[in-house]
């Protein structure tokens, strides 16, 4: 087992990690900017190094500064966290020539899942379900044109560096297929420097549906069922919860099947998530997958009963899994709380936190690394806490996250507790009929919180 992990992140992640190595009885060494020196996971930390300035780029994404925190404190593993460095495979790369574990999948599988028309190629290999469309790129626009004819629209273009809604279109009719494809190529070189983009039939009012999946170096594969993520907005994720309350036995079957097989194909390593898309049939095709630890991994440690942090932690030291898979006991909802304001749009409202009340009592778990008197800074992500229930019913488990909402008071900032009050009254989302379109209809009611 690792003597000393580095914790290449910042936030509750990085005290959520800290956690899991004191209680596995490792010495852990946070990193910082200057914007974070009063943060809980410094002072939690057995070390802790300061590696700069605010901007993650001088920072939290600067590789060299952080290999040299992990040379003058010995560390002899890594882990990344989720953001920031957890998908770099140079990043891995690095780890790996000096020595140094990068508790994460290794630079090979980063890259092959980084690109999405490689991931796509690789998966149809392996037989598992992906949406129809072009195999590679789309070469010009008559090219495309003749592919989205032959698909059928609606069509949606997507980058093949993208992921998370960057450079995706959604084109009607022929007439439009120009201008999209433009734009979607502009925003694509912008953002990822790569102008790639691939096609594929747009799947009307989908569900996200994603499995948790965790592998071994020894060949060994299992899936921790899924979690449904269809409440989104604008590709951020705002509730994610296990079941789906949209889930057979026989669908989970399937799907958990096709991530197995979607793992094994690049003999992954560590614990990942198989995205697919489902729709109204219960159809479902793979979307992508995620090579690192996720920000919804609670709702899966809640509903079977283990620590994922763990778990990755000791199939990155070598040691083996059982290979049988784990079906949710119970249900959990998570509610990510943002520093944001949802009567006006979402927008992030940084600042000082006058008081704080945590959510608390049976059932409820609050992940978290703010407290009164922290001053949210502007540089980094809005999560400010995650509020996760569980109980035996999805109804129960409602009923306790409104529960715990009502009392989680936050006083000097805005925040999305008020979004998620409103949305657990919701008769739509209470009846678990809903797809990934569903905040495009909800509106939030402005009223004195
Ligand atoms: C799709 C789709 C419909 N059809 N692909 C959004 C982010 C990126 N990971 C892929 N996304 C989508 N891909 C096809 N062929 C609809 C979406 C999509 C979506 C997916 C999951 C969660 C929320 C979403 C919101 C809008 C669009």
Known sequence: MFQKILIANRGEIALRIIRTCKEMGIRTVAVYSTADRESLHVRFADEAVCIGPPASK????????????????????????YGFLAENAEFAEICDSYGIKF???????????????????????????????????????KHGINLAKKIGYPVILKATAGGGGKGMRIVWADEEFEAAWESARQEAEASFANAGIYIEKFIE?????????????????????????SIQRRHQKLVEESPSPFMTDSLRER????????????????VGTVEFLVDKHRNFYFMEMNTRIQVEHPVTEEVIEHDLIKEQIKVAAGEEISGKNYYPQMHAIECRINAEDPFNDFRPSPGKIISFHSAKGYGVRVDTHVYAGYIIPPYYDSMIAKIICRAPTREECILRMKRALGEFIVEGIKTTVPFHRQLMDDERFRSGNFHTGFLNDFSIKKIAE
Request: proline content about 5%.
């Open 255 to 270: 799907m958990g099947n096709a991530a197995i097989k979607a793992a094994k194909s690049i003999n992954y390593e560590g």
């Open 103 to 141: 508790i994460g999948p290794t630079a090979e599988m980063i890259r092959k899942m980084g690109d999405k028309i490689t991931a796509k190629e690789t998966m149809i290999a392996a037989e598992v379900p992906v949406v129809p469309g072009s195999e590679g790129l789309i070469q010009d626009v």
């Open 58 to 81: 001088d920072s939290y994404l600067n590789i060299s500064k952080i290999m040299a925190a992990v040379e003058i404190t010995n560390a002899d593993a890594v882990h990344p966290g």
């Open 205 to 229: 009012e989908p569900r996200h549906i994603e499995f948790q999946i965790i592998g071994d170096q020894h060949g060994n594969t299992a899936h921790l069922s899924e979690r449904d993520c």
